[in-house]
């Protein structure tokens, strides 16, 4: 069974930062091109950035240079340090894998971390 946990969200100031974690269930983990998502009220969910198995990263134009990706293989985690936050990367955050151009099946959906970002 796969199942991803988030973890970290919370309510934080613009310009703060914020450090969300995951955690898989998968043996397959270490295969997977793994992924953060979020999705904010009345909006699509969108990937912010994405990491292969072996440390390639990719960022959505509006987190570059402001959102950093890592995995570690060995325990089966993975993080988004998040600085700089704005009010528009308020949102529920998920992880999931991302795999390019393929359908994620609905059953890997986690409950997410609510990131606010509000003064």
């Known amino acids: 069974q796969v199942q991803f946990v988030e973890s970290g969200g919370g309510l934080v100031q613009p310009g703060g930062s914020l450090r969300l974690s995951c955690a898989a269930s998968s043996i397959m983990f270490n295969f997977w091109r793994m992924g953060w998502y979020r999705q904010a009220p009345g909006k699509q969910r969108e990937l912010v950035a994405a990491?292969?198995?072996?440390?390639?990263?990719d960022y959505a134009d509006s987190v570059k240079d402001r959102f950093t990706i890592s995995r570690d293989n060995a325990k089966k985690t993975m993080s988004l340090q998040m600085n700089s936050l704005k009010p528009e990367d308020t949102a529920v955050y998920y992880c999931n894998i991302a795999p390019p151009g393929a359908p994620i099946p609905s059953a890997y959906w986690g409950q997410g971390t609510q990131v606010t970002v509000s003064s």
């Open positions: 990491i292969a198995g072996v440390g390639n990263t």
